[in-house]
């Protein structure tokens, strides 16, 4: 059952990203609610992803604009979703849930909880499954367009993973009655 929610939550995506066999497996566990203690992606694509967070860290006000931004362009839901919304206070909520869930891809136990109660309450916003694939599209364009030559493939498959892990977490904590 998790195995079929995971491989659909890939269907739609352009390029799907290229998980490492460790990934695919941890997720699940991740989804079921545990690691059993072990690692989240692996070490190097785990410091790609950190060190490059915090390489751009002062272009990062630059890139939840340009989301954003990416976001209403790309989700005609994005309108009615955020109607009532301080876009303002929002871009600082989410870079510090992103610079969060970046620190802690290395501490699941802390991760797993907070990302499954994100995605409960986004449940509760009205955000859908298929629009974490449109934002995924969005949040890559942001930081391609700041990072420039330097987003690599190996680094955006580093982040691909990341974000996979993390909307699938935020998906099925959604779909998680409390
Ligand atoms: C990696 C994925 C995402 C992250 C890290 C994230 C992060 C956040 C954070 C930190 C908040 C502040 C409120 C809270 O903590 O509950 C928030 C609110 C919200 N997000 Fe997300 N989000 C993600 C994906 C999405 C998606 C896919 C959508 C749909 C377009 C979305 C739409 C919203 C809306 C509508 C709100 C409520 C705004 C309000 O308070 O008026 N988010 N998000």
């Given amino acids: 059952m998790t195995t079929i929610a995971y491989a659909n939550s890939y269907t739609g995506y352009r390029n799907p990203p290229r998980l490492g ?11 079921e609610g545990s690691t059993n203690g072990r690692e989240l992606m692996n070490s190097h694509r785990k410091r790609l992803v950190q060190e490059s967070w915090e390489a751009i860290s002062r272009d990062h006000e630059r890139i939840a604009i340009g989301f954003y931004e990416r976001v209403f362009e790309i989700d005609s839901a994005a309108p009615g979703l955020f109607a ?7 871009r600082g909520k989410f870079l510090m849930m992103l610079g969060d869930i970046v620190r802690n891809l290395d501490l699941p136990e802390e991760l797993i909880p907070t990302v499954s109660s994100l995605g409960r309450r986004h449940r509760d916003y009205g955000v ?13 364009g942001a930081i391609a ?30 779909h998680t009655a409390t």
Avoid: H, N, P
């Fill in 21 to 31: 066999c460790d990934t695919v497996a941890l997720t699940l566990l991740w989804t």
């Fill in 84 to 90: 009532k919304t301080d876009m303002v206070a929002q």
């Fill in 128 to 140: 859908r499954d298929i629009d974490y694939d449109r934002v995924r599209e969005a949040l890559f």
């Fill in 145 to 174: 367009a700041e990072v420039g030559d330097a987003f690599t493939e190996e680094l955006r498959d580093a982040w691909e993973e990341a974000y996979a892990l993390t909307a699938s977490v935020m998906k099925r904590g959604a």
